[in-house]
């Protein structure tokens, strides 16, 4: 039988998953990944399956990273997301976010575009450390996704994005999303952008996380949140209720990318 097995294709006797590990050795300790899941029992194997043995505290390099990092998606959804670019529009608690979730789950490509510094009022909320304080938020943002998923192409943007450079900024782009802090900004790419865009609108203070979903605002314009908590005095952003709307912000760009393919691809 056929098999993937640490990211080479090997030939094997065995049909079964507690088979296959007597058959090359490997440690009752190790652990298992099989078709995206950590599993511990014992099941029939197919033709070209993948499987993934490693110990705890081994450090993969090369494919093996790949595949281990990309074992817990379906086949189909990698070769999407391989083939996928996403925009994100602001840097900061929204996009920062965003961009971390999405270097996880292993979208190709990112065009990341901010025109700010990292200070230390971003870290109540923003994906940044002590370390980046001063520099440039896409390029700190980059060297971060660097060191989570090594195999994303970040290209960066240092720039004000307004009516004149936000189509071409984002041409190659599938989708965007809008992760502005202010309401101009973010009226200027809802009404400029002719590219797919998940926005935000209404994420300020604590709680109420059930009241933040997605709402279609227009053809190719969808926006999350409550749609009227906006940061004011006494009610400003912080961490969790950012993060909520930045991971059903990313969620659904990963949903689209499912459903609808990349341009890679068409």
């Known amino acids: 039988m056929r098999l993937k097995i640490n990211a080479q294709m090997r030939e094997c006797k065995s049909k079964s998953l507690f088979a296959l590990k007597a058959e090359l050795g490997v440690s009752d300790d190790a652990i298992t990944l099989y078709r ?3 599993i511990t029992s014992d099941c029939e194997l197919d033709e070209n399956d993948s499987v993934i043995f490693m110990d705890k505290n081994q450090i993969p390099k090369g494919e093996l990273l790949r595949e281990i990092m990309y074992s817990r998606n379906t086949p ?12 994100i529009a602001g840097l900061g608690g929204l996009g920062s976010s965003v961009a971390i979730a999405l270097a996880r789950v292993g979208v190709g490509r990112m065009i990341l575009c901010d025109f700010d510094t990292v200070d230390a009022s971003n870290l109540n909320r923003q994906q940044y450390f002590l370390k980046d304080l001063g520099a440039k938020k896409t390029a700190a943002l980059k060297e971060n996704i660097a060191l989570i998923n090594p195999f994303v192409s970040v290209e960066t943007k240092d720039l004000w994005l307004d009516e004149s450079n936000v189509n071409e900024t984002f041409a190659p782009c599938d989708i965007v999303a809008e992760c ?26 604590y709680g109420r ?32 209720r950012v993060g909520v709307a930045a991971m059903m912000q990313a969620n659904f760009i990963l949903e689209f990318i499912a459903k609808n393919g990349t341009k890679n691809e068409k």
């Open 36 to 38: 995206g899941f950590a």
């Open 76 to 87: 189909e959804l990698n070769e999407a997301l391989k083939n996928a670019c996403v925009g």
């Open 180 to 205: 502005f802090d202010n309401a101009k900004s973010k009226a200027m790419i809802i009404s400029s952008l002719s590219k797919p865009l998940i926005a935000a609108s209404g994420i300020a203070g």
């Open 209 to 240: 996380s059930e009241e933040i979903k997605i709402t279609q605002f227009a053809s190719n314009v969808w926006i999350c949140g409550d749609l009227k908590d906006a940061a004011s005095i006494g009610n400003g952003l912080m961490a969790p």
